[in-house]
């Protein structure tokens, strides 16, 4: 199947700061991305849904201004944490779509594991 | 979103069946899909079947999926210790976004 990869796979950072997670489509291009949010023993909540070139829809609930998203190649997307608080400790996936496959068709990244002290 | 519930506990000794349950409430999902997810690590795609499907299965694995009743199981025969992880159901939605239950954390007795 196709490789979706996240980078880093884990940070700490601090209080106040903005932290930038990435995800790369390798071997696909892929036009829509989904980034998601997963508290502990909880199931994955969808944050918003990524397309190249064009502006992130967010779901209901999730600050747009906190949580940046930029899609500017059919290969990368970038989600940056702004101003990070503890709150924001969680572990963050993204999800790749190949452009023109099926909805089926959607591949994970390994997440990144954010901790804010 | 939708609702997708699932028990959140199973436990099983090895070489036993598993079974997984899972019930959705959006009729008109397209797709239906199993997801492992081992410790800090992200989602493996399992599998999924399509709604028009009632069974669906490959190798170890067989998706079972009620629609009347809006209710999806997995089974997992012959049950192995490297089975031991939490399983997420989700439906796809008509607007192509992926929406998952709570996760089953199975655990497999040696």
């Known amino acids: 199947g196709a490789v979706v990869s996240q980078h880093p796979s884990w940070v700490i950072c601090k209080s106040g700061t903005s932290v930038k997670i990435e995800c790369r489509s390798l071997d696909f291009q892929a036009t829509t991305m989904f980034w998601y949010r997963q508290f502990p023993k909880q199931s994955l909540m969808l944050m918003a849904t990524s397309n190249e070139g064009s502006k992130a829809t967010y779901e209901q609930g999730v600050e747009k201004d906190k949580f940046l998203i930029n899609h500017a190649s059919l290969t990368l997307s970038t989600l940056t944490v702004t101003s990070a608080h503890p709150e924001d400790s969680s572990f963050y996936i993204c999800?790749?779509?190949?452009?023109?496959?099926?909805?089926?068709?959607?591949?994970f990244g390994q997440g990144t594991r954010l901790t804010v002290v | 979103g939708e609702d997708v519930e699932q028990s959140l506990f199973l436990s099983v000794r090895e070489g036993d069946s598993s079974v997984i349950n899972c019930t959705y409430t959006?009729?008109?999902?397209?797709?239906l899909y199993w997801y492992k997810q081992e410790p800090g690590a992200g989602l493996q795609l399992l599998t999924y079947?399509?709604?028009?499907?009632d069974m669906k299965q490959d190798q170890r694995l067989t998706v079972l999926l009620n629609k009347k009743d809006k209710h999806l199981s997995l089974r997992i025969a012959d049950t192995q210790t490297g089975d031991s992880a939490i399983y997420f159901c989700a439906e796809l939605d008509n607007f192509n976004k992926f929406y998952f239950g709570s996760g089953t954390k199975l655990n497999v007795k040696p």
């Open positions: 959006d009729s008109s999902s397209t797709y």
């Open positions: 999800s790749a779509r190949e452009v023109w496959a099926r909805a089926t068709e959607a591949f």
């Open positions: 079947i399509f709604s028009n499907m």
